[in-house]
């Protein structure tokens, strides 16, 4: 007959045991029938399997892990918690939009597009003003993911929407990051790729492209050479993104080295020479090596420049040029730099591709200063404004530091940023039907130089002479910054 208690304990619990226990005649039996179904009842989550040998001996009680229970998930969006494990594109969108839920007043979630297979590709805005652009302040981005199967980016993204979230109120420093700053993070740029590849693979390709093939780190167009690529989903998205917001600074976060590298990735000879090392600097290489430099010191391991293996490369301080490194064609931070002015690097931050996810707490660790401090080098430089003789803002007023001939362009609102490292500095500004202005600057240690631009009507040209020459330049101090008004 079947034990009264087993009965009981299976009626409250409404588990189905894994066996019957039968009353047996001796009290030491019973005794160890009670003492099974009470484990049962403290331990469910566990099978129980009971021998009972034949000669008369004592049970022997073996306990195995039961089958076919779901893994404890990371994060459940009623319990505000993400923990370090990596998540699934539902997983993802479910976290986006309960943070987006929660924090209303400083969250937005909006998506750039979708992938080959239909997965959106989710950007969530971190700000104290997630639903506008906070008129003087700079727009950055982080993308992660960019390759499926260098997920450690994805993750780090959402650990640091997480962290700004639940530090703004306690942390002054991200408290000040968020009041002047809209940071937009792309946490997958290639959902569909992540979705074929596997953890634990340090090495190798399944994964890397998109859905059709491509190598979405190979699809934008290219300073040096022409791009035969065709345009994929995922890349025109990101394309179409940028053209619309004025990003001042940008990261890409990538796995399979130690190292920050920065532009050009390309070279301008390499259509003519094998794939040769040699380094290809920008104009603005100096500030380039600052902010790599930023990111590997803050960082716990990159500045060290340790090789992750002994046949790949140590780069010295933690930074390299990318074409020093190997060039490429098509790649995302020259088209930022290049097409908009945005000084994108890229940020590789895991040896290996795919680790297990055990290993996602030490990376954290690792990187989350890095992220922080780096994003706030947005506000190094100079900014301002371009208006017209009645104060109005001019929209895509082209500007260009002297020397530097990768030029940007004005906002809607006739906002400018660029970052630079202290110095004496010429700034050139065009728009059409105005004449051209030439003003000079300075640009501190301590904080961004702000320098608003005055342009006058060509028909005010006498003579062919420049407006330059008749400009008025006055210094004054706004809320403690040095400001040049040039009227």
Known sequence: MVCPLARFIHS???????????????????QQQLQLLLLMLLLPAITMAKTVNPTGDPLQIQIQPERGLPEPRAYMPDAQHLDFVYHDHEELTRFLRATSARYPNLTALYSIGKSIQGRDLWVMVVSSSPYEHMVGKPDVK???NIHGNEPVGREMLLHLIQYFVTSYSSDQYVKWLLDNTRIHILPTMNPDGYAVSKEGTCDGGQGRYNARGFDLNRNFPDYFKQNNKRGQPETDAVKDWISKIQFVLSGSLHGGALVASYPYDNTPNSMFQTYSAAPSLTPDDDVF????LVYARNHA???RGVACKSATPAFENGITNGAAWYPLTGGMQDYNYVWYGCMEITLEISCCKYPPAYELKKYWEDNQLSMIKFLAEAHRGVQGFVFDPAGMPIERASIKIKGRDVGFQTTKYGEFWRILLPGYYKVEVFAEGFAPREVEFVIVEQHPTLLNVTLQPSKYLVGGSSSTTQASSGKRRVNGKLQLSTD
Not at 289 to 292: A, N, P, R, T, V
């Open 301 to 303: 391991k990159m500045s």
């Open 12 to 30: 409250q619990t409404h588990r189905r045991p894994t066996m019957i226990l039968r009353t047996t005649t001796t009290p030491l039996q019973q």
């Open 289 to 292: 090596k600052h902010l790599s």
């Open 142 to 144: 982080y993308v992660g």
